[in-house]
């Protein structure tokens, strides 16, 4: 006989709860025949809660008990897993470098040009440059007020903190258009020499805990290798770019 589980969740015209959605999805994943209940408007939905004395929907009953909402049912199947914050705050840096790698590699199959080869490096280098811009540009605001905290030259001018973006990004996408090197060169140079030496003195020789606006601003990325890792990055493209454009 098929396991068998209730689940109350909202189904509006305008909102179909998320967590409903979920809950059910991992009822059936674990073998159990869901009877599915929708509430459908808003008094429908207090007064169930009312009636069951809870806070929240979706609300999962199994074998007559109530196991709650999502998180609860989680929790009841042993699919909790306590949050490792070092693999947490370094994911968005692993997701934007990993997909800058695929991408690098997508336009070299694409061209037939060999994977693993010096334009594969070049548009590693320019697609991460990219990325990373991109989630500087999500929330500029947010970004400057972390970036603010250790860069060296936005702290004596602090427009560059608002520049540093679409600077960033100018060079990305330059290097990947093969604008001349005398162009775009210079930008990732000054960008990467000032970011590093900013970086340096910050974790470096002040020993001081801060967080890396490297991923945009309200990143949980610890300064340190990985901002200098892409600082360095830069200088290195830019005076690539410089030497290309010299021969």
Known sequence: ????????????????CPFG?????????EGYEVEDHHLTTR????????????DTTPQTFIDGERIGGYEELRDYFG???????????????IAIFGLALLMALAVNWSMGTALWSIPTAERFVAFSMA???????????AFTNQFLGYDLLSQRWV????????AEAYAGIGMLAGI?????????????????????????????????????????VP?????????????????????RASV
């Open 21 to 29: 959605m979920k809950s059910k999805d991992l009822l059936e994943r």
């Open 79 to 93: 699919k909790t897993q306590p949050e490792d914050k070092f693999a947490a705050a370094y994911r968005p840096v």
């Open 180 to 220: 001349w090197g005398w162009l775009v060169g210079p930008v990732a140079i000054v960008i990467g020499v000032a970011g590093s030496i900013s970086v340096i003195k910050a974790v470096y020789i002040d020993k001081r805990e801060l967080k890396c606006a490297c991923v945009g601003g309200n990143s949980d």
């Open 43 to 54: 008094e429908e939905t207090e007064a169930f809660m009312d009636k069951h004395d809870v």
């Open 159 to 166: 427009r560059y903190a608002y520049i540093y973006p679409f």
């Open 223 to 243: 300064l340190g290798f990985i901002s200098l890792t892409e600082n360095v990055m830069m200088f290195i493209a830019g005076l690539w770019m410089i030497i």
């Open 1 to 16: 006989m098929a396991k068998q589980a209730k689940i109350y969740r909202m189904v509006m015209d305008k909102h179909i």
């Open 131 to 141: 990325l990373l811009a991109l989630q500087k540009l999500q929330d500029v605001e």
